[in-house]
Nanobody, 125 residues
């Protein structure tokens, strides 16, 4: 298993930017596909983005495509989520997750076996 710790959340005005980071320890990070999810108050956890083990393949939810960019640095055991043009509806706790498998990048939380504790992102209008 891999241990994950998110950072970079905070309060930002609509239209602003934040960069979330996720630090991984405990196993060979480069073996894992990584995902970002978010959960707003009273709602289910939803897929935001995913990235392949090499970083060459990425996937985004339609709600964030064109505004968010996922990247990873396997040498530093880090994955990042650059969030631009933030909207109030982006307010949520953001989680990074690690998963294995082959094929298309997974969008279901069930496909990920390790999770961070989450970081709060609040976008004011």
């Amino acid at each position: 298993q891999v241990q994950l710790v998110e950072s970079g959340g905070g309060l930002v005005q609509a239209g602003g930017s934040l960069r979330l980071s996720c630090a991984a320890t405990g196993h060979i990070f480069s073996q894992y596909r990584m995902g970002w999810f978010r959960q707003a108050s009273g709602k289910e956890r939803e897929f935001v983005s995913a990235i392949s083990w090499s970083g060459s393949i990425t996937d985004y939810a339609e709600s964030v495509r064109g505004r968010f960019t996922v990247s990873r640095d396997n040498a530093q055991n880090m994955v990042h989520l650059q969030m631009n043009s933030l909207k109030p509806e982006d307010t949520a706790v953001y989680y990074c997750a690690a998963g294995g498998g082959l094929g298309n990048l997974p969008r279901s939380p069930r496909e990920y076996h390790s999770w961070g504790q989450g970081t709060q992102v609040t976008v004011s209008s």
